[in-house]
T-cell receptor, first 116, second 110 residues
Framework: NAGVTQTPKFQVLKTGQSMTLQCAQD?????MSWYRQDPGMGLRLIHY???????DQGEVPNGYNVSRSTTEDFPLRLLSAAPSQTSVYFC???????????????FGPGTRLLVL | GQSLEQPSEVTAVEGAIVQINCTYQ??????LSWYQQHDGGAPTFLSY????GLEETGRFSSFLSRSDSYGYLLLQELQMKDSASYFC???????????FGSGTQLTVLP
């Protein structure tokens, strides 16, 4: 199993550009989520999904959009990039919402985004 | 909302024991998780405590006291490779979305 994969690894954008960060998992996990991590800080939840077709907002959703058409894929879209979105983005998945499963999340390698 | 507090930095020598504390405030508490993150890498799951007491996994142990809203991660026989950031996290909401602390940077000295 490849686990959780993310592309691209690095990206530089200009203010106002849009882009999609890709995330895929091959573990048949129901739950997927996107976090951002800024220097010296913990991970903050952007959006999450409890299954195909179901998404919801996390702590910092503004400026981001998600969809979940398949169990495997959970792309994150930046609608109009801003310098404040410069961060490291991590995608994660977990087997489901049963107690203990949800708390065990598998993270992808991250995408490092710089917005100029 | 949820909030978690943990020390920003801890330093210890190889072979020693170190404890990383975490206090939390949350509604609808389900349990406390711990993750490890090496510099520039992906966070990896270490442990989860739903009930009071100590959970042991090899050199790592995690403790929870629900009445005190407090937990800790205990690392024994420290090795250089244990140098990393450690995050505590709590779940809340209908999907028990995780909220992470700001992390503790552990430096292991030779």
């Amino acid at each position: 199993n490849a686990g959780v994969t993310q592309t691209p690894k690095f990206q530089v954008l200009k203010t106002g550009q849009s882009m999609t960060l890709q995330c895929a998992q091959d573990m048949n996990h129901e739950y997927m989520s996107w976090y951002r991590q800024d220097p010296g800080m913990g991970l903050r939840l952007i959006h999450y999904s409890v299954g195909a077709g179901i998404t919801d907002q996390g702590e910092v959703p503004n400026g981001y959009n998600v969809s979940r058409s398949t169990t495997e894929d959970f792309p994150l879209r930046l609608l109009s990039a801003a310098p404040s979105q410069t961060s490291v983005y991590f995608c994660a998945s977990s087997p489901g919402l049963a107690v203990g499963y949800q708390e065990t999340q598998y993270f992808g390698p991250g995408t490092r985004l710089l917005v100029l | 909302g949820q909030s978690l507090e943990q020390p920003s930095e801890v330093t210890a020598v190889e072979g020693a024991i170190v404890q990383i504390n975490c206090t939390y405030q949350t509604s609808g508490f389900y349990g406390l998780s711990w993750y490890q993150q090496h510099d520039g890498g992906a966070p990896t799951f270490l442990s989860y405590n739903a009930l009071d007491g100590l959970e042991e996994t090899g050199r790592f142990s995690s403790f929870l006291s629900r009445s005190d809203s407090y937990g800790y991660l205990l690392l024994q026989e420290l090795q250089m490779k244990d140098s990393a950031s450690y995050f505590c996290a709590v779940g809340s909401g209908s999907a028990r979305q995780l909220t992470f602390g700001s992390g503790t940077q552990l430096t292991v000295l030779p």
